[in-house]
T-cell receptor, first 115, second 119 residues
Framework: AQSVTQLGSHVSVSEGALVLLRCNYS??????LFWYVQYPNQGLQLLLK??????LVKGINGFEAEFKKSETSFHLTKPSAHMSDAAEYFC?????????????FGTGTKLQVIP | NAGVTQTPKFQVLKTGQSMTLQCAQD?????MYWYRQDPGMGLRLIYY???????DKGEVPNGYNVSRLNKREFSLRLESAAPSQTSVYFC??????????????????FGPGTRLTVL
């Protein structure tokens, strides 16, 4: 069975500070991993995804994430937080080919950016 | 392109009432999904449709039915609403490659959601 754990349901950072949102995965096979962002009253949109190519993945809006197999982690970072980054962020994992694409989402981390 | 659209945006039902949530996508995607989002629980898959003409249960299908009307539209029906079905419902679609194999790498595109309250 596959799953993801997001550490911290709420994270607060000051504007201009480093953003670090944590995600650890559990999968019996090499996973595909995603980060989605949800702005208030909107649906989710893809920030970035890892599909077994480069372990450092760059996404939209200056976000990036590094796949670390030894730590089973896929943490999301951004060097400098903007007010517009305030949103809820979801880590997700899916199965490799051979099964139906069940994407398992984490419980989400709400990011607050303090001016 | 409108992407994924959902109607209605808000709905209040009484216990036992029925309703259908509508979803449409204009991206020519093969696969479509229905999720519910509850505080502290992330998104949970209710039903999905791998391609036009097929539907399958997800994690939490009880109390729901779906119809893949055509390639564009995928509706979710609550036959007899219960307070436990109070939630935000999201429809999503993904391209998926032709054939039976799931790549696992598909990006899902989400609609804006329907906020449903069952009293």
């Amino acid at each position: 069975a596959q799953s993801v754990t997001q550490l911290g349901s709420h994270v607060s950072v000051s504007e201009g500070a480093l953003v670090l949102l944590r995600c650890n995965y559990s999968s019996s096979v090499p996973p595909y991993l995603f980060w989605y962002v949800q702005y208030p009253n909107q649906g989710l949109q893809l920030l970035l995804k890892y599909t077994s190519a480069a372990t450092l993945v760059k996404g939209i809006n200056g976000f990036e994430a590094e796949f670390k197999k030894s730590e089973t982690s896929f943490h999301l970072t951004k060097p400098s937080a903007h007010m517009s980054d305030a949103a809820e962020y979801f880590c997700a994992v899916s199965r490799p080919p051979g099964g139906y694409q069940k994407v398992t989402f984490g419980t989400g981390t709400k990011l607050q950016v303090i001016p | 392109n409108a992407g994924v659209t959902q109607t209605p945006k808000f709905q209040v039902l009484k216990t036992g009432q029925s309703m259908t949530l509508q979803c449409a996508q204009d991206m020519n995607h093969n696969s479509m999904y229905w999720y519910r989002q509850d505080p502290g629980m992330g998104l949970r898959l209710i039903y999905y449709s791998a391609s036009e003409g097929t539907t399958d249960k997800g994690e939490v299908p009880n109390g729901y039915n779906v119809s893949r009307l055509n390639k564009r539209e995928f509706s979710l029906r609550l036959e007899s609403a219960a307070p436990s079905q109070t939630s935000v419902y999201f429809c999503a679609s993904s391209p998926r490659l032709a054939g039976d194999e799931w790549t696992g790498t598909d990006t899902q595109y989400f609609g804006p959601g329907t906020r449903l309250t069952v009293l």
